[in-house]
T-cell receptor, first 117, second 117 residues
């Protein structure tokens, strides 16, 4: 039973290029979350998606960043015109779904390390 | 505003000894969940243990236990019989369950644990 799959593991981009990060949730999970981790810091929430819907994007910068989770295929986090400050580890997590009670544990992928030159 | 505090940036423990990693949280929500994740040097985020705010007993998972003191808003992680493989960053995190429309998890800054042989 495969876990959350993220690719690529490492991504190098020059300033101004686009970065596309992919995330396939665990089997049976319909909720996807993206987090960003800067060096020596904890994870910061970016966006929460369900199939074809963005539920909460309050943590995502308004410009250059976008996310989608199409009906078919992986979730994509897209960063346009990357800058050096975008260099970070980007983690995707998935869960079964929200509930009024219960853990709804988020399971994480191995992350994508983005380096902007 | 919710907040997670981990006051120990770095901890050392002798192999086979027990260690407690501190976590305090702040929320006005009566229903919430608390999590601990481990991040080894390889970078992945590994779920360790979960505690619900209404759970009567402290959570335990193998060598991990969560010392939950609701009145003090603390959720310390106890690792018994430390092993060299326990050396990693440890993150405390919180999810507010009653706000079921949004489901983001807030992470603390982390504690770096080093196990000494």
């Amino acid at each position: 039973n495969a876990g959350v799959m993220q690719n690529p593991r490492h991504l190098v981009r020059r300033r101004g290029q686009e970065a596309r990060l992919r995330c396939s949730p665990m089997k049976g999970h319909s909720h996807v979350y993206w987090y960003r981790q800067l060096p020596e810091e904890g994870l910061k929430f970016m966006v929460y998606l369900q199939k074809e819907n963005i539920i909460d994007e309050s943590g995502m910068p308004k410009e250059r960043f976008s996310a989608e989770f199409p009906k078919e295929g992986p979730s994509i986090l897209r960063i346009q015109q990357v800058v050096r400050g975008d260099s970070a580890a980007y983690f995707c997590a998935s869960s079964v779904g929200t509930s009024g009670a219960g853990s709804n544990i988020q399971y994480f992928g191995a992350g994508t390390r983005l380096s902007v030159l | 505003a919710q907040k997670i505090t981990q006051t120990q940036p770095g901890m050392f423990v002798q192999e086979k000894e027990a260690v407690t990693l501190d976590c305090t949280y702040d929320t006005s929500d009566p229903s919430y969940g608390l999590f601990w994740y481990k991040q080894p040097s390889s970078g992945e985020m590994i779920f360790l243990i979960y505690q619900g705010s209404y759970d009567q007993q402290n959570a335990t998972e193998g060598r991990y236990s969560l010392n939950f003191q609701k009145a003090r808003k603390s959720a310390n992680l106890v690792i018994s019989a430390s092993q060299l493989g326990d050396s990693a960053m440890y993150f405390c995190a919180m999810r507010e369950i009653s706000k079921t429309s949004y489901d983001k998890v807030i992470f603390g800054p982390g504690t770096s644990l080093s196990v000494i042989p």
